[in-house]
Structure formats: C-alpha cells, structure tokens
C-alpha cells in the first residue's frame, strides 16, 4: 500500500513562498511519476504540476509557471513544490499524486495514490 504525505502548508500573505514536500511509503520515489494538485472550496481538483521520474521533464499549468517549480530529491525520496510569488487565489487544499507510468498526466484520474493534502492559504 503506497501512501503520500505532504507537509510544508500553512498561511502566507501574497508575494511569500512556500515549499511543499512529499515524501512515499510504500513504494520508492524513484518509481513513480509524481504530480502536485490543488482544490479550492466549491472548485474541482486542478493539476498544478508534475515531474518525470528522473527529474528530466517538468510540466506546469499556465497559472503557476513562471512563480511554482516542482522537483525531486530520488535518494531523499522526497519530491517538492517551491511557491512564489503567491496570490490569495492559490489558497487551496494541496495534493501530492503518483502514477507508475512513466508519462505525465495532468488528470488526476491518472493518479493512483494520493497523498491526504496540505492547506495553503494566501492572505491579501
């Protein structure tokens, strides 16, 4: 059973960063593609990021690139997501997502393990 904790959430004014982390049991790191995904009240699930297995390629969606970046540390089995430049419109509910296949997805139907969230809130 693969299980994904997040850690690194909490209340920022806008313009502050933030970094997330993920960390699998379970499973190695070095096996799954990993994702980040938010969730606003009353919203749907939005991907925000996601990162090959070696790190290699990266993909964002247009509203965070340019201010997030996502990456990963295999050996510390830990994969992140740098925030900055936030905005109060990036409060949600953060998610961490890995799929076994190698491409990235950005539907989190795609995404077999789920981490339980973490709360960004960004504030005015």
């Known amino acids: 059973q693969v299980q994904l904790v997040e850690s690194g959430g909490g209340l920022v004014q806008a313009g502050g960063s933030l970094r997330l982390s993920c960390a699998p049991s379970?499973?190695?790191?070095?096996?799954?593609?990993m994702g980040w995904f938010r969730q606003a009240p009353g919203k749907e699930r939005e991907f925000v990021a996601a990162v090959t297995r070696s790190g290699m390629i990266t993909r964002y969606a247009d509203s965070v690139k340019g201010r997030f970046t996502i990456s990963r540390d295999n050996a510390k089995n830990t994969v992140y997501l740098q925030m900055n430049s936030l905005r109060p419109e990036d409060t949600a509910v953060y998610y961490c997502?890995?799929?076994?296949?190698?491409?990235?997805?950005?539907?989190?139907?795609?995404?077999?393990?789920w981490g339980q969230g973490t709360q960004v809130t960004v504030s005015p």
């Open positions: 997502a890995g799929r076994a296949s190698l491409n990235i997805e950005t539907t989190a139907l795609e995404y077999a393990y």
């Open positions: 379970g499973r190695t790191l070095g096996s799954l593609t």
